[in-house]
Structure formats: structure tokens, C-alpha cells
């Protein structure tokens, strides 16, 4: 059983930083790509950021490039996404998700293990 528990989420001035982190259970981590969804209200889900198994290959959603970065530790089990300059467009909920294949995806139906979520708020 894979689960996914991500935290760091929280309340955040417009131009603010924070960083989402995602602890995974299970020991085949490090096989797998990992990747980042956001849900605003009323708002389909979309995709935000994405690592390939080894961390060596990223991908970004037009919308956070150049602001967010993803990064994983494969020692901890855990993938991050560095906020910076937050605007209060990104406020959403944001999960993180795993694929069985090392490679990633940015669509949501390739995406096999999904997170609870984490809110994050960004005031003007």
C-alpha cells in the first residue's frame, strides 16, 4: 500500500515563498516519478510540476515556470515543490501524486497514487 502525506501548505502575503513537502511510504521511491496537481475551487484539477525517478528531468505547468521548483531526496522518500513569488492565483489545494513507470507525465490519468492534499492561500 502506497501512501502519500504532504504538508507545508498554509497562508502566505502575495510574493511569498513556501515549500510543499511529500513523504511516500514503501521502499521503491526512488523507481518512480513523482508529480504535482493543484485544485482551485470550482476548478478542475491541474497539473503544476513533475520529476522523473532519479530527479535528473523536470517539468513545469507554463503558469509556475521560473517561480516553482520540484525536487526530490530519494534517501527521505519525499519530493518537494519550492514556492517563491506566490500570487493569488496558486491558491489551491495541491497534491502530490506517483506514477508506477520512472518517467512523468503531466497528465493526471497517468498519475496511479494521490496524496490528501495540502491548502495553500494567497493573499493580495
Known amino acids: 500500500q502506497v501512501q502519500l502525506v504532504e504538508s507545508g501548505g498554509g497562508l502566505v502575503q502575495a510574493g511569498g515563498s513556501l515549500r510543499l513537502s511529500c513523504s511516500a511510504s514503501?521502499?521503491?521511491?526512488?523507481?518512480?516519478?513523482m508529480g504535482w496537481f493543484r485544485q482551485a475551487p470550482g476548478k478542475e484539477r491541474e497539473f503544476v510540476a513533475s520529476i522523473n525517478w532519479s530527479g535528473g528531468s523536470t517539468s513545469y505547468a507554463d503558469s509556475v515556470k521560473g517561480r516553482f521548483t520540484i525536487s526530490r531526496d530519494n534517501d527521505k522518500n519525499t519530493v518537494y515543490l519550492q514556492m517563491n513569488s506566490l500570487k493569488p492565483e496558486d491558491t489551491a489545494v495541491y497534491y502530490c501524486?506517483?506514477?508506477?513507470?520512472?518517467?512523468?507525465?503531466?497528465?493526471?490519468?497517468?498519475?496511479?497514487?494521490w496524496g490528501q492534499g495540502t491548502q495553500v492561500t494567497v493573499s493580495s
Open positions: 501524486a506517483r506514477r508506477t513507470r520512472p518517467s512523468p507525465s503531466t497528465l493526471i490519468q497517468l498519475y496511479d497514487y
Open positions: 514503501g521502499r521503491t521511491f526512488s523507481a518512480y516519478a
